[in-house]
């Protein structure tokens, strides 16, 4: 193989939220616990990431960076070329990561103790960076439709509070790896026009599609919903670099555009770490063959978590997964009360997940399980957890 995505790598001792910071986080102690929950891979990154660090690294100086337009060409190059739709270069401006710009979404388009919308189960920081900035969340579960979830506008019609102000839509969907359809896009944006809400299309997951899926840009969908539409793009999740702490807000409505870059600057985010920056532009320039090779090896990891968790424990359902490299399991049907369940998976499985409740309304009895990791290291911690299970399969 050309990416060697089986090669185990040492990752305790570096600094690593995932490895250094799991038995703070998430219970699992031990050296021979194994991390399933942050959402990055325990892969490499494409090899002219290491080439362009390592040129930058010897170059010896690294001093503050300036020049983002070759930055800005390379996304919406990637874009263009992965997902069909060419985003001005103009329209984009980087951020320190996503939810850093979410934040500053937040402050800039609404008011303190606005409720903003959110699809439950969703990423748990969008919860956090909603009470930090002393908004309020509005949940609006999602309805698990024969193990597939599905957004419920009407009962969001129902439920919208008025100060409602900003939607946030994860597409594709974490947890649960929706990709969503053109009709249900569709929907969304009819939604955020029809309720006045500023719609946030958290698009960060958009690469990391299984077969039978197609990504859909929201942007690109449905062009009239691009007034009140920011979109949110990144190599991070693509291409293993969260650490690089980079994303891009792509907004089209020069108004909304010159709000957010002042909402940037006075929270003095004028330049960008210089590391962060040549490393994502790299991977978005030179990362197709790399990316290519993931995603079938990805795929494998999918369908060996979904089998073996219809094999080995029984009441547990691992959901079908359309994207996201993050498995999703429900263990409603085993019995066991959450307590219970979460204790089997830290102390005896040593596993690191994380715990669904923190996703919100609907998470209450699942687990969200990364599988982006070495297939040695998976098989691993699907044998742990089929033994932390074992007393159901009598
Ligand atoms: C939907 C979603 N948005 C944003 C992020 C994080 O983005 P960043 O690291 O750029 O803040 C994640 C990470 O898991 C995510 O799942």
């Known amino acids: ?8 790598i ?57 020049g983002d337009a070759t930055w800005r060409e390379a996304m919406s190059g990637w874009l263009s070329r992965r997902h069909g739709w060419e ?12 939810v850093s710009a979410l934040g500053l979404i937040l402050q800039e388009f609404s008011e303190e103790n606005d409720h903003i919308v959110v699809f439950s189960p969703a990423y748990h920081a969008f919860g956090k ?18 193990g597939r979830y599905r957004m419920d506008l009407e009962g969001l019609a129902a439920s919208l509070p008025s ?62 919903v691009m007034d009140r539409l920011v979109t949110c793009a990144a190599a991070t999740k693509t291409f293993n670099l969260a650490g690089a702490h980079i994303g891009g807000a792509i907004i089209s409505n020069s108004e909304l555009r010159r709000r957010f870059r002042s909402v940037s600057n006075a929270a003095g985010l004028l330049s960008f770490p210089l590391f962060g920056m040549i490393a994502t532009e790299a991977a978005q320039r030179h990362g197709d063959a790399w990316l290519d090779a993931l995603l079938p090896y990805l795929e494998k990891n999918r369908d060996l978590l979904a089998d073996r968790v219809s ?68 098989n691993e911690a699907l044998d742990r957890m089929a033994d932390a299970f074992s007393n159901l399969r009598r």
């Open 10 to 66: 040492d990752r305790w001792n570096s600094h690593s939220s995932k490895w250094d910071g799991m038995e703070k986080a998430v219970g699992a102690k031990g050296r021979d616990a194994i991390a399933l929950w942050v959402a990055e891979m325990d892969f490499e990154s494409p090899p002219a990431v290491k080439e362009a660090l390592i040129e930058q690294a010897e170059r010896g100086t690294h001093g503050y960076y300036t």
């Open 163 to 224: 100060d409602a102000k900003v939607m946030f839509f994860c597409s594709p969907h974490n947890p649960g790896g929706r990709v969503w359809e053109e009709d249900e896009i569709r929907a969304v944006c009819e939604f955020c026009i029809e309720h006045d809400l500023l719609l946030v299309s958290d698009e960060i997951h958009h690469d990391l599609v299984y077969s039978g899926y197609t990504h859909h840009v929201t942007a690109k969908l449905v062009p009239e």
């Open 87 to 98: 985003p001005d270069p103009d329209w984009i401006t980087p951020t320190s990561g996503i």
């Open 311 to 378: 094999r080995d424990i029984p009441g547990a359902r691992a959901m079908h997964i359309e994207a996201t490299y993050l498995g999703w399991i429900d263990f409603a049907g085993t019995g066991l009360d959450r307590q219970e369940v979460t204790r089997r998976i830290a102390e005896d499985a040593r596993l690191g997940v994380s715990p669904g409740p923190q996703f919100g309304p609907g998470g209450e009895s699942w687990i969200r399980l990364n599988f982006a990791t070495p297939r040695s290291v998976l």
């Open 1 to 8: 193989m050309e990416f060697d995505f089986d090669k185990v």
């Open 129 to 146: 960076i909603i009470a930090a900035n002393n908004r309020r969340i509005h949940n609006q579960p999602m309805i698990n439709e024969q």
